[in-house]
């Protein structure tokens, strides 16, 4: 296991009340993404739920560090990263690249490497093995951004538009296509315990609801589906149904009762 970095540098945090909350819900955004895709949620979840958004390498605060190409060395880096954040349950939230690293975390987590987390939240990403191979990352800028352009936009705003914009993130975006892309599943992981939720935009031209679905073989736990109304960026506009249901997901959260293991 990598040792850990300053836990500041890896996730944003909101000024809360003094006193820890019952449950922390760590975000991981896309790829090219950043932290502040989830600067809203703290305003939207139960005030007893505190948002760690995971700050990415190479990008806003973190630009002078070059950019993790390494599906294991970012799990590894994430996971040493939460040991600061083990005295009250947590949960994760991945949305695209995001939920792959979500996974990935969840496994070491639940191997011994920090406490079990009591749900994995799965977004817009299908199940390790089931969403083909694609080599983006190699590709020609102008390949790579119409794949991405695809997809849809955030907010309706295309940020390689600018050519400012577009010469910072095209090579952050293409790191972070290498990681995903060149990323196998170990052929001998151990499904999940935790309960997945897999959620997916039903006009999303990146994955089909089949391949979403297919994280249900990732767990021995429960497993539900959920789709919102948009395409591979709808948790966005549909913030507010989104993390309704993350919350209603996390009220009956079970309690931990020691490092690696939750007590139901």
Excluded: K, N
């Amino acid at each position: 296991m990598t040792a850990p970095d300053d836990p500041g540098l890896w996730f944003h945090r909101a000024p809360g009340p003094p006193q820890p909350p019952r449950l922390r819900l760590v975000c991981l955004p896309h790829a090219g993404g950043t932290a502040r895709l989830f600067d809203g949620w703290r305003h939207r979840l139960p005030t007893t739920v505190e948002v760690l958004a995971v700050r990415y390498p190479g990008r806003q605060e973190r630009l002078d560090e070059p950019c993790v190409e390494s599906m294991t060395e970012l799990a590894d880096r994430v996971t040493a990263a939460l040991a600061a954040y083990d005295d009250v349950p947590l949960a994760l939230f991945g949305h695209s690249m995001g939920a792959t690293v979500a996974y990935e975390v969840a496994r070491r987590l639940e191997a011994g490497a920090g406490r079990a987390p009591v749900h994995v939240m799965v977004s817009a990403r299908a199940a390790p093995g089931h969403g083909g191979r694609t080599t983006l990352h190699r590709a020609a800028d102008d390949v790579l951004l119409a794949a991405v352009r695809r997809l849809g936009t955030l907010g309706g705003v295309d940020p390689f538009a600018e050519p400012e914009l577009r010469e910072l993130l095209l090579p952050v975006l293409r790191s972070d296509y290498r990681l995903i892309e060149t990323y196998a599943p170990a052929a001998d992981a151990a499904p999940l315990r935790a309960p997945v939720t897999a959620y997916l935009g039903d006009r999303d031209p990146g994955c089909s609801g089949d391949r979403v679905r297919a994280w249900e073989g990732f767990t021995t736990g429960d497993f539900a589906l959920r789709a919102f109304s948009g395409d591979h960026f709808y948790l966005a506009p549909r913030e507010a149904e989104l993390t309704s249901d993350i919350a209603e997901r996390l009220a009956p959260a079970p309690v931990a009762t020691a490092r690696g293991t939750t007590a139901t």
